[in-house]
């Protein structure tokens, strides 16, 4: 389903017949990328990773992430706060983070995500203008303020799990500690794990 108020914007994916949800992970690629990618590997479960181009270097394991089954979306150039650029800024910054991606991976981009989830009507057209399906949350999972005290990450993550509901994490050492146990605690709630169709 997507959001009524923007129909641009994905933040529910389509039900399928058993339920589940999709996990995302924002601000890549990191250092701690490939303990995320064996994590998801030994437990099965696929994911949709929003990089900011600029961190992307040929020597990252992007292979890896396309291999194992994952999506690699747009999260900008470098995270800048889009509601604060014109349209045409908006757009050269999106449509060369595009580009970049697709040049070092040789993957076409189909999802983005605003950084800060920030975005204005000129970003919406901006992704409209550039074939890109605008993906949000329904979930935050706060990790990114959680540091000291990981096990509430799960907690974020878990106490409010509806069918396709897509969860917000993002690459940081703390979400790594748990994403075992958040796995875990997802699957006893009787969810699966799905991506977002790609586009042909």
């Known amino acids: 389903m997507y959001d009524s108020t923007h129909p641009q914007i994905v933040t529910v994916r389509q039900a399928q017949s058993e339920k589940s949800v999709v996990l995302s992970f924002d601000d890549g690629p990191s250092k701690v990328l490939p303990q995320i990618l064996d994590i998801l590997k030994q437990q099965d479960v696929p994911a949709m990773f929003f990089w900011q181009s600029s961190l992307l270097y ?12 994952h999506i690699i979306g747009t999260h900008s150039m470098k995270h800048r706060n889009l509601v604060q650029l014109s349209y045409e800024q908006q757009h050269q910054d999106i449509r060369n983070s595009m580009a970049h991606i697709e040049k070092t991976t040789g993957t076409s981009v189909v999802y983005f995500r605003p950084p800060y989830g920030r975005f204005n009507s000129n970003t919406l057209k901006v992704a409209n203008a550039l074939g890109l399906t605008t993906v949000m949350w329904r979930i935050a999972s706060m990790d990114w303020e959680l540091k000291s005290d990981p ?3 799960i907690q974020y993550a878990t106490e409010n799990l509806e069918d396709g509901a897509i969860i917000l994490l993002h690459e940081l050492e703390q979400t790594v500690a748990i994403l075992p146990q958040l ?14 169709p790609t586009k042909e």
């Open 58 to 69: 040929p020597a990252r394991p992007w292979q890896r992430v396309l291999d194992e089954g």
């Open 183 to 196: 796995i875990t605690a997802i699957k006893e709630q009787g969810y699966g794990f799905s991506l977002l």
């Open 151 to 153: 096990h509430k990450i």
